[in-house]
Protein backbone atom coordinates (compact mmCIF):
# COMPACT_ATOMS: atom_id res chain seq x y z
CA UNK A 1 0.00 0.00 0.00
CA UNK A 2 1.38 3.44 -0.19
CA UNK A 3 0.61 5.49 2.98
CA UNK A 4 0.38 9.22 3.79
CA UNK A 5 1.45 9.56 7.54
CA UNK A 6 0.14 13.12 8.32
CA UNK A 7 1.11 15.10 11.73
CA UNK A 8 -0.01 18.59 12.84
CA UNK A 9 3.08 19.37 14.22
CA UNK A 10 6.11 20.95 13.70
CA UNK A 11 8.38 18.72 12.50
CA UNK A 12 11.49 20.31 13.53
CA UNK A 13 11.24 19.50 17.48
CA UNK A 14 10.98 15.92 18.89
CA UNK A 15 7.69 14.97 20.32
CA UNK A 16 5.79 11.76 21.21
CA UNK A 17 4.10 12.14 17.93
CA UNK A 18 6.81 12.67 15.56
CA UNK A 19 8.63 9.75 17.28
CA UNK A 20 5.36 7.83 16.90
CA UNK A 21 5.36 8.61 13.13
CA UNK A 22 8.92 8.27 12.75
CA UNK A 23 8.86 4.54 13.74
CA UNK A 24 5.65 3.51 11.97
CA UNK A 25 7.09 4.71 8.95
CA UNK A 26 10.33 2.82 9.53
CA UNK A 27 8.45 -0.50 10.17
CA UNK A 28 5.70 -0.14 7.13
CA UNK A 29 8.52 0.41 4.85
CA UNK A 30 10.12 -2.81 6.21
CA UNK A 31 7.17 -4.42 5.37
CA UNK A 32 7.31 -3.37 1.83
CA UNK A 33 4.93 -0.62 2.12
CA UNK A 34 5.26 3.15 0.50
CA UNK A 35 5.22 5.95 3.26
CA UNK A 36 5.10 9.37 3.20
CA UNK A 37 5.20 11.65 6.48
CA UNK A 38 3.29 15.13 5.54
CA UNK A 39 4.16 17.91 7.98
CA UNK A 40 4.67 21.29 9.00
CA UNK A 41 8.21 22.40 9.82
CA UNK A 42 9.78 25.50 10.85
CA UNK A 43 13.24 26.92 11.24
CA UNK A 44 16.65 25.96 9.40
CA UNK A 45 15.96 22.15 9.66
CA UNK A 46 12.04 22.85 7.67
CA UNK A 47 14.84 23.10 4.62
CA UNK A 48 16.95 19.84 5.27
CA UNK A 49 15.86 16.85 2.95
CA UNK A 50 14.78 13.85 4.40
CA UNK A 51 13.59 10.41 2.77
CA UNK A 52 9.91 10.65 2.63
CA UNK A 53 8.94 13.69 4.26
CA UNK A 54 6.78 16.47 2.81
CA UNK A 55 7.47 19.60 4.93
CA UNK A 56 4.33 21.83 4.66
CA UNK A 57 3.43 25.31 5.97
CA UNK A 58 4.52 26.32 9.23
CA UNK A 59 3.97 26.11 12.90
CA UNK A 60 3.54 28.27 15.46
CA UNK A 61 3.34 27.50 19.76
CA UNK A 62 0.41 26.68 21.75
CA UNK A 63 -0.72 25.94 25.18
CA UNK A 64 -2.46 22.37 24.65
CA UNK A 65 -3.14 19.86 27.35
CA UNK A 66 -0.40 21.59 30.33
CA UNK A 67 2.07 21.73 27.69
CA UNK A 68 3.21 23.54 24.56
CA UNK A 69 3.16 21.93 21.54
CA UNK A 70 4.06 23.49 17.73
CA UNK A 71 1.06 23.22 15.80
CA UNK A 72 0.72 24.01 12.11
CA UNK A 73 -0.75 27.04 11.06
CA UNK A 74 -0.77 26.70 6.84
CA UNK A 75 -1.83 29.50 5.00
CA UNK A 76 -4.04 28.68 2.33
CA UNK A 77 -3.04 25.75 0.28
CA UNK A 78 -6.06 24.15 -0.82
CA UNK A 79 -4.96 23.45 -4.93
CA UNK A 80 -1.15 22.76 -3.84
CA UNK A 81 -2.61 19.79 -1.11
CA UNK A 82 -5.06 18.65 -3.60
CA UNK A 83 -2.16 18.23 -6.07
CA UNK A 84 0.11 16.50 -4.17
CA UNK A 85 -2.87 14.10 -3.31
CA UNK A 86 -3.72 13.54 -6.87
CA UNK A 87 0.21 12.71 -7.63
CA UNK A 88 1.20 10.38 -4.91
CA UNK A 89 -2.53 8.60 -5.16
CA UNK A 90 -2.49 7.55 -1.29
CA UNK A 91 -4.53 3.87 -0.35
CA UNK A 92 -4.40 4.84 2.99
CA UNK A 93 -4.69 8.43 4.63
CA UNK A 94 -3.61 8.15 8.47
CA UNK A 95 -3.96 11.77 10.48
CA UNK A 96 -2.39 11.87 13.73
CA UNK A 97 -4.57 14.14 16.14
CA UNK A 98 -6.64 15.03 12.81
CA UNK A 99 -8.46 17.90 14.43
CA UNK A 100 -5.50 19.91 16.19
CA UNK A 101 -4.71 22.08 12.68
CA UNK A 102 -5.99 23.57 9.73
CA UNK A 103 -2.96 21.14 7.86
CA UNK A 104 -4.74 18.04 8.92
CA UNK A 105 -8.32 19.12 8.62
CA UNK A 106 -7.75 20.03 4.90
CA UNK A 107 -6.31 17.18 4.28
CA UNK A 108 -8.56 14.94 5.68
CA UNK A 109 -11.65 16.97 3.61
CA UNK A 110 -9.53 16.35 0.54
CA UNK A 111 -8.70 13.20 0.53
CA UNK A 112 -12.54 11.89 1.56
CA UNK A 113 -13.42 14.01 -2.03
CA UNK A 114 -10.90 11.74 -3.29
CA UNK A 115 -12.39 8.14 -2.09
CA UNK A 116 -9.22 8.33 -0.39
CA UNK A 117 -9.67 5.99 3.50
CA UNK A 118 -8.89 7.91 6.13
CA UNK A 119 -7.61 6.75 9.30
CA UNK A 120 -7.32 8.67 12.44
CA UNK A 121 -5.18 7.78 15.32
CA UNK A 122 -6.05 10.14 18.59
CA UNK A 123 -3.06 10.63 20.81
CA UNK A 124 -3.77 13.16 24.02
CA UNK A 125 -6.07 12.52 26.38
CA UNK A 126 -7.01 14.64 29.64
CA UNK A 127 -8.54 14.01 33.25
CA UNK A 128 -10.08 17.49 34.03
CA UNK A 129 -13.53 18.29 32.07
CA UNK A 130 -13.22 21.89 32.52
CA UNK A 131 -9.13 21.64 31.21
CA UNK A 132 -8.48 23.61 27.97
CA UNK A 133 -8.22 20.94 25.65
CA UNK A 134 -11.81 19.72 26.59
CA UNK A 135 -13.67 22.90 26.73
CA UNK A 136 -11.79 23.36 22.79
CA UNK A 137 -13.35 20.35 22.10
CA UNK A 138 -16.62 21.06 23.77
CA UNK A 139 -16.59 24.41 21.65
CA UNK A 140 -15.82 23.47 18.76
CA UNK A 141 -17.32 19.67 18.18
CA UNK A 142 -20.49 21.03 16.15
CA UNK A 143 -18.30 21.72 13.74
CA UNK A 144 -16.12 19.37 13.55
CA UNK A 145 -18.58 16.41 13.26
CA UNK A 146 -19.23 16.70 9.87
CA UNK A 147 -15.30 16.30 9.53
CA UNK A 148 -15.51 13.13 12.47
CA UNK A 149 -18.22 11.59 9.71
CA UNK A 150 -15.29 11.88 6.90
CA UNK A 151 -12.94 9.11 9.32
CA UNK A 152 -13.36 5.63 8.00
CA UNK A 153 -11.48 4.12 11.09
CA UNK A 154 -10.02 5.56 14.44
CA UNK A 155 -8.00 4.58 16.51
CA UNK A 156 -6.85 5.58 19.95
CA UNK A 157 -4.00 5.11 21.71
CA UNK A 158 -5.54 3.85 25.27
CA UNK A 159 -8.75 3.70 27.02
CA UNK A 160 -8.09 6.96 28.13
CA UNK A 161 -7.28 8.83 25.04
CA UNK A 162 -10.82 6.67 23.63
CA UNK A 163 -12.51 8.07 27.04
CA UNK A 164 -11.39 11.98 26.01
CA UNK A 165 -12.87 11.99 22.61
CA UNK A 166 -15.77 9.65 22.75
CA UNK A 167 -17.55 12.43 25.41
CA UNK A 168 -18.14 14.54 21.36
CA UNK A 169 -17.82 11.95 19.03
CA UNK A 170 -19.82 8.99 18.91
CA UNK A 171 -18.12 5.70 16.80
CA UNK A 172 -16.22 2.74 18.12
CA UNK A 173 -12.68 3.29 18.28
CA UNK A 174 -9.58 0.62 17.96
CA UNK A 175 -7.13 0.68 21.06
CA UNK A 176 -3.58 0.33 19.30
CA UNK A 177 -1.33 2.21 21.68
CA UNK A 178 1.73 3.52 21.43
CA UNK A 179 4.94 1.52 20.38
CA UNK A 180 8.36 1.18 21.84
CA UNK A 181 11.69 0.46 20.31
CA UNK A 182 12.50 -2.60 22.29
CA UNK A 183 16.03 -3.13 20.68
CA UNK A 184 17.03 0.63 21.57
CA UNK A 185 16.40 0.00 25.04
CA UNK A 186 16.95 -3.90 26.17
CA UNK A 187 20.50 -3.54 25.76
CA UNK A 188 22.79 -3.62 28.97
CA UNK A 189 24.19 -1.09 29.00
CA UNK A 190 27.20 0.47 32.05
CA UNK A 191 26.32 3.16 33.91
CA UNK A 192 27.68 6.36 32.52
CA UNK A 193 31.05 7.47 34.46
CA UNK A 194 29.47 10.15 36.86
CA UNK A 195 26.62 8.23 38.07
CA UNK A 196 28.91 4.68 39.02
CA UNK A 197 30.29 5.56 42.28
CA UNK A 198 27.94 3.32 44.50
CA UNK A 199 25.42 5.60 44.91
CA UNK A 200 22.00 4.51 44.24
CA UNK A 201 20.01 6.96 41.28
CA UNK A 202 16.54 8.11 40.95
CA UNK A 203 16.25 9.60 37.85
CA UNK A 204 13.21 11.42 36.37
CA UNK A 205 13.45 12.06 32.85
CA UNK A 206 11.00 14.36 30.98
CA UNK A 207 9.95 17.75 30.35
CA UNK A 208 10.11 20.28 33.09
CA UNK A 209 6.52 21.48 32.85
CA UNK A 210 3.75 21.55 35.88
CA UNK A 211 1.85 18.10 34.26
CA UNK A 212 4.88 16.07 34.66
CA UNK A 213 4.92 16.77 38.76
CA UNK A 214 8.16 17.03 38.97
CA UNK A 215 7.38 19.06 42.08
CA UNK A 216 6.18 16.40 44.16
CA UNK A 217 9.44 14.64 43.50
CA UNK A 218 11.59 17.65 45.12
CA UNK A 219 8.79 17.37 47.66
CA UNK A 220 9.97 14.19 48.35
CA UNK A 221 13.40 14.36 48.42
CA UNK A 222 13.99 15.34 51.91
CA UNK A 223 11.46 12.57 52.99
CA UNK A 224 13.54 10.13 51.05
CA UNK A 225 16.80 11.01 52.71
CA UNK A 226 15.63 10.72 55.94
CA UNK A 227 14.24 7.45 55.55
CA UNK A 228 16.78 5.48 53.76
CA UNK A 229 19.93 7.96 54.32
CA UNK A 230 21.21 5.81 57.68
CA UNK A 231 24.53 4.41 58.50
CA UNK A 232 25.26 1.42 56.23
CA UNK A 233 22.57 2.45 53.62
CA UNK A 234 24.38 4.13 50.30
CA UNK A 235 23.24 7.83 49.31
CA UNK A 236 20.46 8.87 47.22
CA UNK A 237 21.47 10.46 44.32
CA UNK A 238 18.43 12.49 41.93
CA UNK A 239 18.95 12.88 38.54
CA UNK A 240 16.72 15.29 36.92
CA UNK A 241 16.81 15.34 33.10
CA UNK A 242 15.70 17.00 30.95
CA UNK A 243 14.32 20.86 30.10
CA UNK A 244 11.36 23.10 29.73
CA UNK A 245 9.90 26.41 31.41
CA UNK A 246 10.15 25.18 34.93
CA UNK A 247 14.03 24.14 35.14
CA UNK A 248 15.19 27.67 36.57
CA UNK A 249 12.33 27.79 39.17
CA UNK A 250 13.25 24.08 40.39
CA UNK A 251 16.87 24.89 40.30
CA UNK A 252 16.01 27.53 42.46
CA UNK A 253 14.62 25.43 44.92
CA UNK A 254 17.37 22.85 44.78
CA UNK A 255 19.37 25.84 45.69
CA UNK A 256 17.51 27.40 48.39
CA UNK A 257 17.54 24.20 50.57
CA UNK A 258 21.37 23.40 49.41
CA UNK A 259 20.44 19.55 48.72
CA UNK A 260 23.56 18.01 47.14
CA UNK A 261 23.23 14.98 44.61
CA UNK A 262 20.22 16.42 42.91
CA UNK A 263 21.61 16.76 39.39
CA UNK A 264 20.23 18.88 36.36
CA UNK A 265 21.38 17.64 33.05
CA UNK A 266 19.73 19.41 30.77
CA UNK A 267 18.17 17.62 27.43
CA UNK A 268 18.77 14.42 26.63
CA UNK A 269 18.16 13.13 23.61
CA UNK A 270 16.38 9.94 22.47
CA UNK A 271 19.86 8.01 21.82
CA UNK A 272 21.08 9.17 25.07
CA UNK A 273 18.12 7.69 26.41
CA UNK A 274 19.22 4.40 27.13
CA UNK A 275 22.24 5.44 29.32
CA UNK A 276 20.42 7.15 31.65
CA UNK A 277 18.01 4.01 32.29
CA UNK A 278 21.24 2.22 32.94
CA UNK A 279 22.61 4.09 35.36
CA UNK A 280 19.15 4.49 37.15
CA UNK A 281 18.26 2.51 40.17
CA UNK A 282 14.72 3.49 40.06
CA UNK A 283 12.76 5.89 37.36
CA UNK A 284 10.42 7.96 38.71
CA UNK A 285 7.51 9.59 36.88
CA UNK A 286 5.57 12.12 39.30
CA UNK A 287 2.74 13.34 36.38
CA UNK A 288 -0.04 14.77 37.42
CA UNK A 289 -2.67 13.88 34.89
CA UNK A 290 -2.96 14.47 31.02
CA UNK A 291 -1.30 11.34 29.85
CA UNK A 292 -2.67 9.31 27.32
CA UNK A 293 -0.24 6.66 27.59
CA UNK A 294 3.46 7.15 28.96
CA UNK A 295 6.04 6.05 26.55
CA UNK A 296 8.56 6.85 28.99
CA UNK A 297 7.47 4.53 31.36
CA UNK A 298 7.53 1.68 28.87
CA UNK A 299 11.17 2.74 27.80
CA UNK A 300 12.54 2.56 31.33
CA UNK A 301 10.53 -0.94 31.68
CA UNK A 302 12.33 -2.02 28.60
CA UNK A 303 15.55 -0.91 30.57
CA UNK A 304 14.68 -3.25 33.18
CA UNK A 305 14.65 -0.46 35.62
CA UNK A 306 11.44 -0.70 38.26
CA UNK A 307 9.18 2.67 37.84
CA UNK A 308 7.20 4.41 40.09
CA UNK A 309 4.94 6.77 38.64
CA UNK A 310 1.50 8.71 39.58
CA UNK A 311 -1.96 6.64 39.41
CA UNK A 312 -3.41 8.03 36.68
CA UNK A 313 -5.63 6.36 34.14
CA UNK A 314 -3.03 6.79 31.17
CA UNK A 315 -0.51 5.19 33.23
CA UNK A 316 -2.52 2.56 34.51
CA UNK A 317 -2.64 0.77 30.97
CA UNK A 318 0.86 0.45 31.36
CA UNK A 319 1.48 -0.50 34.89
CA UNK A 320 -1.09 -3.09 35.68
CA UNK A 321 0.03 -4.26 39.14
CA UNK A 322 2.80 -3.64 41.71
CA UNK A 323 4.71 -6.76 39.58
CA UNK A 324 5.23 -4.67 37.04
CA UNK A 325 5.72 -1.20 38.84
CA UNK A 326 4.40 0.84 41.50
CA UNK A 327 1.82 3.18 41.40
CA UNK A 328 1.12 6.61 43.52
CA UNK A 329 -1.34 9.01 44.26
CA UNK A 330 -0.86 11.77 42.18
CA UNK A 331 0.50 14.96 44.12
CA UNK A 332 0.94 13.17 46.83
CA UNK A 333 4.58 13.75 47.79
CA UNK A 334 4.66 11.17 50.97
CA UNK A 335 3.23 7.98 49.32
CA UNK A 336 5.84 8.50 46.25
CA UNK A 337 8.40 9.00 48.86
CA UNK A 338 7.64 5.92 50.78
CA UNK A 339 7.34 3.90 47.19
CA UNK A 340 10.54 4.76 46.48
CA UNK A 341 12.30 4.14 50.30
CA UNK A 342 10.39 0.52 49.38
CA UNK A 343 12.29 -0.43 46.26
CA UNK A 344 15.67 1.27 47.25
CA UNK A 345 15.67 -0.95 50.73
CA UNK A 346 15.34 -4.00 48.60
CA UNK A 347 17.61 -5.36 46.13
CA UNK A 348 15.83 -8.45 45.48
CA UNK A 349 12.66 -6.59 44.80
CA UNK A 350 13.93 -4.07 42.52
CA UNK A 351 15.65 -6.73 40.23
CA UNK A 352 12.02 -8.39 40.27
CA UNK A 353 10.02 -5.63 39.71
CA UNK A 354 12.73 -4.93 37.10
CA UNK A 355 12.96 -7.86 35.24
CA UNK A 356 8.63 -8.08 35.55
CA UNK A 357 8.33 -4.50 33.94
CA UNK A 358 10.98 -5.48 30.69
CA UNK A 359 8.68 -8.33 29.86
CA UNK A 360 5.56 -6.23 30.02
CA UNK A 361 7.05 -3.97 27.81
CA UNK A 362 7.62 -6.73 24.86
CA UNK A 363 3.90 -6.40 24.61
CA UNK A 364 4.71 -2.87 22.85
CA UNK A 365 6.98 -3.58 20.34
CA UNK A 366 6.67 -1.81 17.02
CA UNK A 367 6.68 -5.16 15.24
CA UNK A 368 3.45 -6.17 16.76
CA UNK A 369 1.81 -2.58 16.98
CA UNK A 370 2.52 -1.89 13.65
CA UNK A 371 1.04 -5.43 12.97
CA UNK A 372 -2.83 -3.98 14.41
CA UNK A 373 -2.32 -0.91 12.56
CA UNK A 374 -1.95 -2.65 9.30
CA UNK A 375 -5.63 -4.66 10.45
CA UNK A 376 -6.85 -1.18 10.77
CA UNK A 377 -6.00 -0.13 7.51
CA UNK A 378 -7.76 -2.93 6.12
CA UNK A 379 -10.56 -2.29 7.90
CA UNK A 380 -11.00 1.23 6.91
CA UNK A 381 -10.23 0.19 3.44
CA UNK A 382 -13.50 -1.89 3.72
CA UNK A 383 -15.16 0.55 5.35
CA UNK A 384 -14.70 3.54 2.78
CA UNK A 385 -16.06 0.80 -0.15
CA UNK A 386 -19.50 1.62 1.51
CA UNK A 387 -19.46 5.34 1.24
CA UNK A 388 -21.60 7.15 -1.33
CA UNK A 389 -19.83 7.80 -4.50
CA UNK A 390 -19.41 11.27 -5.61
CA UNK A 391 -19.57 12.51 -9.32
CA UNK A 392 -16.97 14.97 -9.65
CA UNK A 393 -14.10 12.53 -8.01
CA UNK A 394 -13.56 10.64 -11.50
CA UNK A 395 -11.07 12.17 -12.55
CA UNK A 396 -8.77 11.95 -9.39
CA UNK A 397 -8.57 8.13 -9.47
CA UNK A 398 -8.43 8.03 -13.39
CA UNK A 399 -5.24 10.47 -13.66
CA UNK A 400 -3.58 9.36 -10.52
CA UNK A 401 -1.84 6.27 -11.97
CA UNK A 402 -0.45 8.43 -14.41
CA UNK A 403 0.78 11.09 -12.61
CA UNK A 404 2.42 8.52 -9.92
CA UNK A 405 4.21 7.21 -13.00
CA UNK A 406 6.41 10.29 -14.46
CA UNK A 407 9.47 10.68 -13.33
CA UNK A 408 9.98 13.27 -10.57
CA UNK A 409 12.34 15.46 -11.84
CA UNK A 410 8.95 16.35 -14.87
CA UNK A 411 6.86 16.59 -12.26
CA UNK A 412 9.23 19.61 -10.12
CA UNK A 413 9.55 21.69 -13.63
CA UNK A 414 6.39 21.19 -14.31
CA UNK A 415 5.03 22.74 -11.43
CA UNK A 416 8.11 24.86 -10.22
CA UNK A 417 6.38 28.03 -12.20
CA UNK A 418 3.06 27.84 -10.13
CA UNK A 419 4.22 26.09 -6.69
CA UNK A 420 3.33 27.94 -3.81
CA UNK A 421 4.78 25.90 -1.50
CA UNK A 422 5.26 27.85 2.41
CA UNK A 423 8.10 26.01 3.20
CA UNK A 424 9.46 22.73 0.24
CA UNK A 425 9.23 22.67 -3.59
CA UNK A 426 7.25 20.07 -4.59
CA UNK A 427 10.10 17.65 -4.65
CA UNK A 428 12.51 18.56 -2.40
CA UNK A 429 11.50 16.81 0.79
CA UNK A 430 10.61 13.34 -1.08
CA UNK A 431 14.06 11.42 -1.64
CA UNK A 432 13.68 7.86 -3.58
Known amino acids: MKIALVSPYDWSYPGGVRSHIEHLAAELRARGHQVRILTPASGAASHDVEYGVYKLGWAAPVRINGSVA ?5 PTMKHDLRRLLEREAFDIVHLHEPFVSTLTLAILRLAHEMQTPCIATFHASSNRRTSPTVMAYAMASPFL ?22 RFFDTDFAIIPNGIDLAHYV ?10 DGKRNVLFLGRMEPRKGLRYLLKAIPLVRDQCGGPGMPPVRFILAGEGPERAYYQKIVAKHGWDDVIFTGYVSDAEKPSYFASADIYCAPSTGNESQGIVLLEGMASGVPVVASDIPGYRSVITGPEVGFLTPPRNAERLAWSICHLLRDDTLRARVGRAGQARATDYSWERITGMIEQAYLEGRLRALHRPQRRHLWSLRTTAPLLSSLDPSALQSAHSATSVWAISPFDENVVE
Open 70 to 74: RVAVS
Open 145 to 166: RSHFARLDMCIAVSETARTHVA
Open 187 to 196: TQLPRLPQFD
